[in-house]
């Protein structure tokens, strides 16, 4: 590219799901509501777990985590794409661009990395129940849970400070409702194939690694569980881990439906499907799925709702 064909970019238009006028009420309203049911019924989950001292163990103590990063992650994008169609402008400046894409990858890679970390304890839980307490320590506990947040900033960080080089020319319009960084590398007019080979090399990783540590777990557990005689003790058995199976398998056949199959006729599309599925249904997903499957949780937000005060709840 000729040196005087590039420019400074100081913005970026967010062209959003839809160009069609008429479509954007409904999209406003539609992600409002998700918006609203995914901030209250994460946070509804977090008061509920830090309240009752009879969930004040590790595995809610990562339930509580993923809820939080929900939280994060859907309002890392969502309210700018509902100011942007109020407000009828599509404009999101470089740095708050570069800003909620590098959050967008944390809450991301963080969810990844604390699913595996759940899979693991469901593992200690069901295949060491003597040995649960001893092992699950508050000090392993912790760690655990700080591990995930170190290595999703430090996936974040990497993709940002390989993109703040690339140039951006003539074209400063995103096919997105949010700055993903696929469509970056995609805009920008710089040589971005090492930023493809790390984003492939990371992506692959941040998949892998907590899915294959998912995978052992649940092969662990069912093994466990079929050696139980009674039907009663393994429906007990598996009902302790129902909830996060359920999160697993909506959070990777996310994954396998959206990249490995893609629509060849429109990609574009694909990839605003992807994110809109990582980003805002997953997460308002969660919470009706461990208040709905989980019998503590359950007895926890019934109590926590019909409380008149906020204070502790005891076992």
Same mark, same amino acid.
């Not at 992650?73 to 942007?84: A, D, E, F, Q, R």
């Given at each position: 590219m000729p040196q005087g064909n590039r420019t400074t970019i100081s913005e970026f238009l967010l062209l959003g799901l839809s160009n069609q006028a008429e479509q954007q009420k409904l999209l406003f309203v539609l992600f409002l509501g998700m918006y609203l049911v995914?901030?209250?019924?994460?946070?509804?989950?977090?008061?509920?777990?830090? &309240?009752?001292?009879? &969930?004040?163990?590790? @595995?809610? &103590?990562?339930?509580?985590?993923? /809820?939080?990063?929900?939280? /994060?992650?859907?309002?890392?994008?969502?309210?700018? @794409?509902? @100011?942007?169609?109020?407000?009828?402008?599509?404009?999101?400046?470089?740095?708050?661009?570069?800003?909620? @894409?590098?959050?967008?990858?944390v809450f991301v890679v963080i969810d990844n990395f604390l699913l595996g970390v759940m899979a693991y304890d469901r593992f200690v839980a069901i295949c060491h129940p003597l040995n649960y307490v001893t092992i699950m320590q508050p000090r392993l506990c912790v760690l655990l849970t700080v591990i995930p947040w170190v290595l999703s900033n430090t996936v974040a960080l990497t993709h940002t400070l390989l993109l703040l080089p690339l140039l951006f020319c003539d074209s400063n319009s995103l096919p997105h409702f949010f700055c993903d960084l696929a469509p970056l590398l995609k805009l920008s007019c710089s040589d971005s194939r090492i930023n493809e080979l790390v984003l492939f090399f990371l992506g692959s990783s941040v998949v892998t690694f907590p899915s294959a540590l998912i995978f052992f777990s649940y092969v662990c557990i069912v093994r466990v569980v079929l050696r139980i005689s009674s039907t009663e003790g393994k429906r007990k058995a598996f009902s302790t881990c129902g909830s996060h199976l359920t999160v697993v398998l909506l959070f990777y056949g996310t994954i396998v439906g959206v990249y490995f199959f893609p629509s060849s006729t429109h990609p574009d599309d694909g990839d605003k499907i992807g994110a809109v599925l990582f980003t805002v249904v997953t997460p308002m997903m969660n919470p009706f799925i461990y208040s709905l499957r989980n019998k503590d949780m359950k007895g926890a937000l019934r109590k926590l709702i019909s409380r008149k005060r906020f204070l502790p709840l005891m076992c």
């Open positions: 995914t901030v209250v019924g994460n946070g509804l989950i977090i008061l509920a777990i830090g &309240l009752d001292s009879c &969930l004040h163990t590790p @595995m809610y &103590l990562f339930l509580a985590n993923l /809820s939080f990063a929900d939280i /994060s992650s859907i309002s890392t994008s969502v309210p700018k @794409m509902l @100011m942007n169609i109020q407000t009828k402008t599509q404009s999101i400046s470089y740095g708050s661009c570069i800003t909620q @894409m590098y959050f967008s990858i």
